[in-house]
């Protein structure tokens, strides 16, 4: 018994009228009966192809502005019907029920709609209603019936229909199934996430749902397979960067750029910044009177991790700064735009990947970001807090000079991994730690780094000296106030809130420390 289902008749019915004629005249051409509703059937009409309206199906004119058109039995008998059963037969024959056999929808554009900030009216207005029913109908029959809802597919369809002149294969309709169905599911998710964020509620079940930008080699690691997925917000990020050379990102790349991105964007475009990113940890970052000092200065945090990492950058990139990170492996850069010379430069490096996007993401946008745990998965608000209402709570007042780096400290140290350490000195790291379960030993990390730089730089003593530091949480006990002025720390930006602030002032006052309390934390697992 053969698995084949030949195409008779097809209701194309399709918000996005790309490819819309040349997939008609190809099946009009094998003799396919055209059935369509609205636009679709006046475009179809209007290139001169014989098309059927489902008005005439159904024996009921489009009503109420188009909102019923296709919810009748006789289209959804046509869908839903299976072929080998006699009852079904009968019952289609008995009240005029015509088989349709290929299903050809898009839906109305709803996450464009939100995207674009659509009125909370024409959000609804653009909830398809009849497509996604008929899908669901046609992709629980893929045994008789082929439903196509993706514009990629139209080529795939024709190339199957070529081959079995004019039928489908079982296995084809399956995956045009599989295609379906996760349509519906995605838009489905996506009307979710916007009535929860419009009237500020927590559903009851949460989906969240995205459009495959590629496959990857593998995840993390090469025994792990993976895939990249775009959630549609328009983001100004690595999903909608455009690449200009190199081979694709894979998993890492992308989680990387994600960061580095994100974190030069606190910076705004106003002055240079770049940022150098090494296993989603910045290990260099600094603003400067041009690109390329800002990239020197970057690099001179951590020459040694700098090696083969991310590089973001708030301005579009320059060729003299191109021609400075060039002088060693980089993965990926990242910008907001790039000039010819920069581009020229690159073009020499070809296991460099340059990627440029219109503009910076908003830092402070709001945006859920979600982890998956054994059975289930966390979702919260990203940490989108900007510079607090700040308190100085030492007896000493911090310099205008101390102010300024330790606020470009907390800007790194909301990036870093916790517990996170961050030294500033002149608007450039000079010292981060990273990752440890003790506040102290970031603290301690970050002061070797430190050191571990100057001994690079040829300098006399870590830049620490005269430094303000950050800590993304507060202090638990006093040694870690300590090891900061040991180095030469002078000024100290952290949250506050431990039982033993008392003691950790005392400790700052004691060794000439100002210290600052933002009364806000960037935990960052």
């Given at each position: 018994?053969?698995?084949?289902?030949?195409?008779?008749?097809?209701?194309?019915?399709?918000?996005?009228?790309t490819?819309?004629?040349?997939?008609?005249?190809?099946?009009?051409?094998?003799?396919?009966?055209?059935?369509?509703?609205?636009?679709?059937?006046?475009?179809?009409?209007?290139?001169?192809?014989p098309?059927?309206?489902?008005?005439?199906?159904?024996?009921f004119?489009?009503?109420?502005?188009?909102?019923?058109?296709?919810?009748?039995?006789?289209?959804?008998?046509?869908?839903?019907?299976?072929?080998?059963d006699?009852?079904?037969l009968?019952?289609?024959?008995?009240?005029?029920?015509?088989?349709?056999?290929?299903?050809?929808?898009?839906?109305?554009?709803?996450?464009?709609?939100?995207?674009?900030?659509?009125?909370?009216?024409?959000?609804?207005?653009?909830?398809d209603?009849?497509?996604p029913?008929?899908?669901?109908?046609?992709?629980?029959?893929?045994?008789?019936?082929?439903?196509?809802?993706?514009v990629?597919?139209?080529?795939?369809l024709?190339?199957e229909?070529?081959?079995?002149?004019?039928?489908?294969?079982?296995?084809?309709?399956?995956?045009?199934?599989?295609?379906?169905?996760?349509?519906?599911?995605?838009?489905?998710?996506?009307?979710?996430?916007?009535?929860?964020?419009?009237?500020?509620?927590?559903?009851?079940?949460?989906?969240?749902?995205?459009?495959?930008?590629?496959?990857?080699?593998?995840?993390?690691?090469?025994?792990q397979?993976?895939?990249?997925?775009?959630d549609?917000?328009?983001?100004?990020?690595?999903?909608?960067?455009?690449?200009?050379?190199?081979?694709?990102?894979?998993?890492?790349?992308?989680?990387?750029?994600?960061?580095?991105?994100?974190?030069?964007?606190?910076f705004?475009?106003?002055?240079?910044?770049?940022?150098?990113?090494?296993?989603?940890?910045?290990?260099?970052?600094a603003?400067?009177?041009?690109?390329?000092?800002?990239y020197?200065?970057a690099f001179?945090?951590?020459?040694?991790?700098?090696?083969?990492?991310?590089?973001?950058?708030?301005?579009?990139?320059?060729?003299?700064?191109?021609?400075?990170?060039?002088?060693?492996?980089?993965?990926?850069?990242?910008?907001?735009?790039?000039?010819?010379?920069?581009?020229?430069?690159?073009?020499?490096?070809?296991?460099?990947?340059?990627?440029?996007?219109?503009?910076?993401?908003?830092?402070?946008?709001?945006?859920?970001?979600?982890?998956?745990?054994?059975?289930?998965?966390?979702?919260?608000?990203?940490?989108?807090?900007?510079?607090?209402?700040?308190k100085?709570?030492?007896?000493r007042?911090?310099?205008?000079?101390?102010?300024?780096?330790?606020?470009?400290?907390?800007?790194?140290?909301?990036?870093?991994?916790s517990?996170?350490?961050?030294?500033?000195?002149?608007?450039?790291?000079?010292?981060?730690?990273?990752g440890?379960?003790?506040?102290?030993?970031?603290?301690?990390?970050?002061?070797?780094?430190?050191?571990?730089?100057?001994?690079?730089?040829?300098?006399?003593?870590?830049?620490?000296?005269?430094?303000?530091?950050?800590?993304?949480?507060f202090?638990?006990?006093?040694?870690?106030?300590?090891?900061?002025?040991?180095?030469?720390?002078?000024?100290?930006?952290?949250?506050?809130?431990?039982m033993?602030?008392?003691?950790?002032?005392?400790?700052?006052?004691?060794?000439?420390?100002?210290?600052?309390?933002?009364?806000?934390?960037?935990?960052?697992?």
């Amino acid at each position: 018994m053969t698995d084949l289902v030949y195409i008779g008749r097809a209701l194309l019915s399709v918000s996005d009228k790309t490819g819309l004629l040349d997939l008609a005249r190809a099946l009009h051409a094998r003799g396919v009966e055209l059935l369509s509703t609205g636009g679709t059937a006046t475009a179809l009409r209007g290139a001169g192809l014989p098309v059927r309206d489902v008005s005439e199906v159904t024996g009921f004119p489009e009503m109420m502005d188009g909102r019923v058109k296709t919810l009748h039995p006789n289209v959804h008998g046509g869908l839903l019907a299976l072929r080998d059963d006699d009852e079904h037969l009968l019952a289609m024959a008995a009240h005029g029920i015509e088989p349709i056999d290929l299903l050809v929808v898009n839906l109305y554009p709803f996450e464009a709609t939100v995207a674009r900030g659509g009125s909370y009216d024409d959000c609804i207005e653009n909830i398809d209603i009849g497509g996604p029913a008929m899908i669901r109908a046609a992709s629980k029959n893929h045994r008789f019936v082929n439903v196509v809802t993706d514009v990629q597919d139209y080529g795939a369809l024709l190339e199957e229909l070529e081959r079995h002149d004019g039928a489908t294969s079982f296995a084809f309709r399956q995956r045009l199934a599989l295609t379906a169905y996760s349509r519906t599911a995605a838009y489905d998710a996506a009307v979710s996430a916007w009535m929860a964020e419009t009237l500020g509620e927590v559903p009851r079940r949460r989906a969240f749902a995205g459009t495959l930008a590629s496959t990857l080699r593998y995840g993390e690691n090469p025994h792990q397979s993976a895939a990249f997925y775009t959630d549609g917000s328009g983001r100004p990020g690595v999903a909608t960067a455009k690449q200009w050379q190199g081979k694709e990102l894979s998993y890492n790349n992308i989680n990387d750029t994600d960061a580095a991105f994100e974190l030069v964007a606190e910076f705004g475009t106003e002055t240079p910044a770049v940022a150098i990113i090494k296993h989603a940890n910045p290990c260099g970052v600094a603003t400067g009177a041009t690109l390329a000092e800002a990239y020197g200065r970057a690099f001179d945090c951590d020459r040694t991790s700098a090696f083969g990492g991310i590089i973001a950058v708030n301005q579009p990139l320059d060729g003299p700064t191109a021609e400075k990170i060039s002088e060693i492996f980089t993965e990926v850069v990242i910008a907001p735009g790039a000039d010819d010379a920069a581009k020229a430069v690159f073009a020499k490096k070809k296991n460099l990947r340059l990627l440029t996007t219109l503009r910076l993401p908003d830092p402070t946008a709001p945006i859920l970001s979600f982890k998956q745990v054994a059975g289930g998965f966390l979702v919260q608000d990203k940490d989108t807090a900007g510079v607090p209402d700040l308190k100085v709570v030492t007896k000493r007042q911090p310099t205008e000079a101390e102010m300024a780096d330790a606020l470009v400290a907390w800007k790194v140290a909301k990036h870093v991994k916790s517990n996170a350490i961050v030294y500033v000195k002149d608007a450039a790291t000079v010292g981060i730690g990273a990752g440890q379960m003790s506040r102290v030993d970031s603290t301690r990390i970050a002061a070797r780094k430190a050191e571990d730089a100057a001994e690079v730089l040829g300098l006399a003593e870590p830049l620490t000296k005269g430094c303000s530091a950050a800590s993304d949480a507060f202090f638990p006990f006093a040694d870690g106030v300590e090891v900061l002025a040991s180095v030469g720390a002078t000024c100290v930006i952290q949250p506050g809130g431990s039982m033993r602030d008392a003691e950790v002032i005392e400790a700052a006052d004691r060794l000439g420390l100002a210290m600052i309390f933002t009364g806000q934390r960037h935990f960052r697992h």
